[in-house]
């Protein structure tokens, strides 16, 4: 069976260092992968998602990026946090073809100070 | 993508069966119904998802209306497990993109 790994769990990060989370799906072949980030009392806002190794699509303008060195690996990055960067950071996966459903980490809690 | 409506709060007793409700009354023929939950602290899990035909799995079924203005996530029988926030999100993407559009859900409470 598939399973998906998201670490770290907790993380607090002072504002302007860097960031690195990573994700890695297991059971699965040429998986699409997504980052998606929820602010407190939110819904979940789409960050980044990928087809496929080295190709990420950015859906919101941000000082993040992401990037995909593995089939099965996907990672978050920043050079200098913000504030605002604060939240719940998800990764998740699913299978490459139409409408299929995406399966969720455990998440990323994401502390800015 | 097309919206959905759902009631902001149900509850529950445990064991008794639970039908969520979920308008989508401009949805397109080429959309499809998934449901997800939310438990606090977690990420969302996949519950089920159907285009036209009621569907059933092993933690829930989904009715579809005639129409496909509406929707019912039916869960047989309510366990403390299932209490959690349940969304009724609407695609229609290709294998390429799969932006979720999560609302603000039905928060589901479970009485022991």
């Known amino acids: 069976s598939q399973t998906i790994h998201q670490w770290p769990a907790t993380l607090v990060q002072p504002v302007g260092s860097p960031l690195s989370l990573e994700c890695t799906v297991e059971?699965?072949?040429?998986?699409?992968l997504y980052w998606y980030r929820q602010a407190a009392g939110r819904g979940l806002q789409l960050l980044f998602y990928?087809?496929?190794?080295?190709?990420i699509s950015s859906e919101v303008p941000q000082n993040l990026s992401a990037s995909r060195p593995q089939d099965r690996q996907f990672i978050l990055s920043s050079k200098k946090l913000l504030l605002s960067d604060s939240g719940f950071y998800l990764c998740?996966?699913?299978?490459?073809?139409?409408?299929?459903?995406?399966?969720f980490g455990d998440g990323t809690r994401l502390s800015i100070l | 993508d097309a919206k959905t409506t759902q009631p902001n709060s149900m509850e529950s007793n445990e064991e008794e069966p639970v039908h969520l409700p979920c308008n989508h009354s401009?949805?397109?023929?080429?959309?499809?119904i998934h449901w997800y939950r939310q438990l606090p602290s977690q990420g969302p899990e996949y519950v089920i998802h159907?285009?036209?035909s009621n569907v059933n799995n092993r933690m829930a079924s989904l009715a579809i209306a005639e129409d496909r203005k509406s929707s019912t996530l039916i869960l047989h029988r309510a366990t403390l497990r299932d209490a959690a926030v349940y969304y009724c999100?609407?695609?229609?993407?290709?294998?390429?993109?799969?932006?979720?559009?999560f609302g603000k859900g039905t928060k589901l409470s479970v009485k022991p």
């Open positions: 998740a996966w699913s299978a490459g073809r139409d409408n299929q459903p995406q399966h």
């Open positions: 059971g699965t072949s040429n998986p699409n």
């Open positions: 990928s087809v496929g190794i080295g190709q």
């Open positions: 401009t949805i397109s023929g080429t959309d499809y």
């Open positions: 159907g285009l036209t």
């Open positions: 999100i609407l695609t229609n993407y290709g294998g390429s993109q799969g932006n979720l559009i």
